[in-house]
């Protein structure tokens, strides 16, 4: 990483929330942690995108069953129609 003199400074700055000068244990954790968080939700909408295939902003349970029936997952009928039942509460009647 490359980072400038005044990249750091910044950087530091928005870590130091405590404003002693230096990243302190917690602030370092919390900025990891939030990391963390930031690459799980960004993970989780390139999943939902590619999942909803019509763009709509939506997955529906057809598109949801295509999903989990793929080879990657490979869940059965029985064990889709349990998922759904039991774990989302739809009524499949």
């Not at 963390?36 to 993970?43: D, I, P, R, S």
Request: aromatic share 8%; with cysteine; net charge negative.
């Amino acid at each position: 990483m490359n980072a400038t003199p005044r990249e750091i400074d910044l950087l530091v700055s928005e870590l130091d929330t405590k404003g002693s000068g230096n990243i302190e244990y917690e602030e370092f954790v919390n900025c990891c942690f939030l990391s963390y968080l930031f690459q799980k939700e960004y993970k989780l909408r390139l999943l939902f995108e590619d999942c909803d295939k019509s763009k709509s902003g939506t997955i529906t349970l057809t598109q949801l069953r295509v999903i989990l029936k793929s080879e990657e997952i490979n869940l059965s009928p029985e064990q889709l129609d349990r998922i759904f039942k039991d774990e989302l509460g739809v009524d499949l009647s």
